[in-house]
């Protein structure tokens, strides 16, 4: 959206920041030019209508105060039919000592929604979804370096998990973390950036994909030691409860990891200090390329807390996920709760693991088939008649332009510069590097 501001006849692009929030094809909305008076302009940004279709019936195609009027109220109407509550039944929890910490909660067996709130989950799964197989093709063209983990087949988690939480909790996770990145407020261009090791990464270029890095969100990052980052969820769980901020902590990991020391010395610290973390075992299956079964001699992993309520709930259901969490949240206020997410993903380990030694492509293509996280909500949408399937198109097109922008954004960035060389070792300090040749830091640092 632009508008040149300063001439007596602007023109300004009207199109359509979500498609959620418009009543006509974005095509027609986004092929739209139309005549808006700078007086005019400046009305639509106060009544919050950018990117909403406006018919102009001024001399010339100008818009009108009526125009911007009968826009607002076409608006409104739409706002409240997308906010219209329904409820969608899910796959009942398992719980695990849920009145450990007093009366056991009821677990939910359904969620309200709207189809507002589902066409928000659907753009942003499917943009986890689109970024993930964007990274897939630039491991595979030699654009990335070192170890590569992708999301793809899990995004009902990472985006339930964000449905319930607020920036004020924390969350730490593996090295499968990219999507956390995303969701917790960096872009898709920044995500690939960092991929790509160039400088507009979250972490300059220089922590690759499995460190991605948001403290101002309060995202911990990926850790790259198999199951180290719970003890960081305890950690940032006693800085929670220390600070009294009412924020819990957010500590995930695999089913490979959940057979881990440092899992069980942090349940233990945090159970004898009552710490507001929720430990959430992502249980995609496979580990690192070993079945549950012979990996596991217990594979009820919501139950490995002994001393904590747990909860299982079906992770490639965002709304189960949603309303699982929001019981760990109560939970946690009283003390850690272990989670365990059914979820599944469609690569391998990493980009290195073809991920058909240990199961097979049918495997893999009848559970895409049957519980895909973000077909199941493009089915709610169309079954339920919340969106048409014009109307999803007009999501998946949009998703598909920012990710392909994205991809040459983050290719034509550049490196870090050398003096980032020995910066962000010590907080506050710049390190004069020795026995390097390097040139002056992006701040002046010296060379």
């Known amino acids: 959206r632009r508008a040149h501001r300063g001439a007596p006849d602007a023109k300004i692009m009207l199109s359509v920041a979500r498609r959620a929030r418009c009543g006509v094809p974005a095509a027609r909305c986004m092929s739209s030019l139309v005549?808006?008076?700078p007086t005019m302009a400046k009305l639509i940004r106060d009544m919050g209508l950018e990117g909403v279709y406006i018919t102009p019936s001024g001399p010339k195609d100008?818009?009108?105060?009526?125009?911007?009027?009968?826009?607002?109220?076409?608006?409104?109407?739409?706002?409240?039919?997308?906010?219209?509550?329904?409820?969608?039944?899910?796959?009942?929890m398992e719980g695990w000592e849920l009145d450990y910490y007093g009366t056991a909660p009821t677990l939910p067996t359904s969620a309200t929604t709207s189809a507002g709130e589902l066409l928000e989950y659907y753009e942003t799964m499917y943009t986890m979804r689109r970024m993930e197989i964007a990274t897939d093709v630039l491991y595979k063209g030699k654009f990335v370096a070192g170890f590569c983990h992708l999301?793809?087949?899990?995004?009902?988690?990472?985006?339930?998990?964000?449905?319930?939480?607020?920036?004020?909790?924390?969350?730490?996770?593996?090295?499968r973390d990219h999507c956390y990145q995303y969701t917790r407020g960096s872009t898709v261009a920044e995500v690939l950036g960092e991929l790509l090791g160039k400088y507009i990464g979250p972490a300059k270029g220089k922590g690759g994909s499995m460190h991605m890095y948001k403290a101002d969100n309060n995202f911990y990052g990926g850790n790259g030691i198999v199951g180290a980052q719970t003890s960081l969820g305890a950690g940032l769980a006693f800085a929670h409860k220390y600070a009294e901020?009412?924020?819990?902590?957010?500590?995930?990991?695999?089913?490979?990891?959940?057979?881990?020391?440092?899992?069980?010395?942090?349940?233990?610290?945090?159970a004898l200090l009552k710490l507001p973390v929720i430990f959430v075992c992502e249980n995609n299956q496979y580990a690192m390329g070993t079945s549950l079964a012979r990996g596991s001699a217990c594979t009820d992993y919501y139950t490995r807390g002994q001393y904590m309520p747990g909860i299982k709930v079906d992770g490639m259901?965002?709304?189960?996920?949603?309303?699982?969490?929001?019981?760990?949240?109560?939970?946690?206020?009283?003390?850690?709760?272990?989670?365990?997410?059914?979820?599944?993903?469609y690569h391998g380990h990493s980009m290195s693991d073809p991920g058909i030694t240990y199961r097979t492509r049918d495997e893999v293509a009848s559970v895409r088939a049957a519980r895909d996280p973000v077909?199941?909500?493009?089915?709610?949408?169309?079954?339920?008649?919340?969106?048409?399937?014009?109307?999803?198109?007009?999501?998946?097109k949009r998703v598909r332009k920012i990710v392909d922008e994205a991809v040459a954004k983050a290719k034509a960035a550049t490196?870090?510069?050398?003096?980032?060389?020995?910066?962000?070792?010590?907080?506050?300090?710049?390190?004069?590097p020795r026995m390097v040749n390097v040139g002056p830091g992006p701040q002046g640092g010296p060379a």
Do not use: C
């Not at 999301?151 to 090295?175: C, K, P, R």
């Open 375 to 396: 077909a199941l909500v493009k089915s709610w949408l169309i079954d339920k008649e919340l969106a048409t399937e014009a109307e999803v198109k007009d999501i998946e």
């Open 35 to 37: 005549k808006v008076s």
């Open 151 to 175: 999301y793809d087949g899990q995004e009902g988690v990472g985006m339930g998990l964000e449905a319930a939480a607020t920036m004020t909790d924390s969350i730490v996770t593996s090295y």
């Open 415 to 432: 490196p870090p510069p050398p003096g980032e060389l020995t910066r962000d070792i010590y907080v506050g300090k710049y390190e004069h």
């Open 245 to 270: 901020d009412g924020g819990v902590a957010f500590a995930l990991y695999g089913d490979g990891a959940a057979n881990q020391g440092q899992l069980f010395e942090a349940a233990n610290i945090a």
């Open 317 to 345: 259901d965002v709304l189960a996920v949603r309303e699982a969490v929001k019981v760990a949240k109560e939970l946690a206020k009283e003390g850690p709760v272990m989670m365990e997410m059914d979820t599944y993903r």
């Open 62 to 92: 100008t818009v009108t105060k009526p125009d911007i009027d009968a826009a607002a109220a076409a608006k409104a109407a739409k706002d409240k039919e997308l906010a219209k509550p329904l409820t969608i039944d899910f796959r009942p």
